[in-house]
Nanobody, 126 residues
Framework: QVRLAESGGTSVQAGGSLRLSCVIS????????MGWFRQAPGKEREEVAG????????YYADFVKGRFTISKVYTKKTIYLQMSDLKLEDTAMYYC???????????????????WGQGTQVTVST
């Protein structure tokens, strides 16, 4: 069974930076895409960023607007989310996810992610 383990969440001041990490236990045909989602209290889970493990293509939610960068180190089975210029509204539980790659939208087909980690909390304060 594939497992995802996130780390790096913490409390940070607004305007600061933070890097999240996610390690996958193994690659399978169902893990060509890995990505980050988040859920704030009282809100629905939303996509943040995705990356194609095989080729490196990246996909972002509109709200990211250049503040976040997703990356990978294939040999370490790890993806990262580098976040900068953090805002209060970035406060959320951040989840790592994996799923199959879809031909057209690639790893931006957010509803295809079907393997989830436990999450890591990011809290942004003034």
């Amino acid at each position: 069974q594939v497992r995802l383990a996130e780390s790096g969440g913490t409390s940070v001041q607004a305007g600061g930076s933070l890097r999240l990490s996610c390690v996958i236990s193994e690659y399978t045909a169902n893990t060509d895409c890995m990505g980050w989602f988040r859920q704030a209290p009282g809100k629905e889970r939303e996509e943040v960023a995705g990356i194609y493990i095989g080729g490196g293509s990246t996909y972002y939610a509109d709200f990211v607007k250049g503040r976040f960068t997703i990356s990978k180190v294939y040999t370490k089975k790890t993806i990262y989310l580098q976040m900068s210029d953090l805002k209060l509204e970035d406060t959320a539980m951040y989840y790592c996810a994996a799923g199959p790659r879809v031909g057209g939208p690639g790893c931006g087909e957010w509803n295809r992610y079907n393997i989830w980690g436990q999450g890591t909390q990011v809290t942004v304060s003034t």
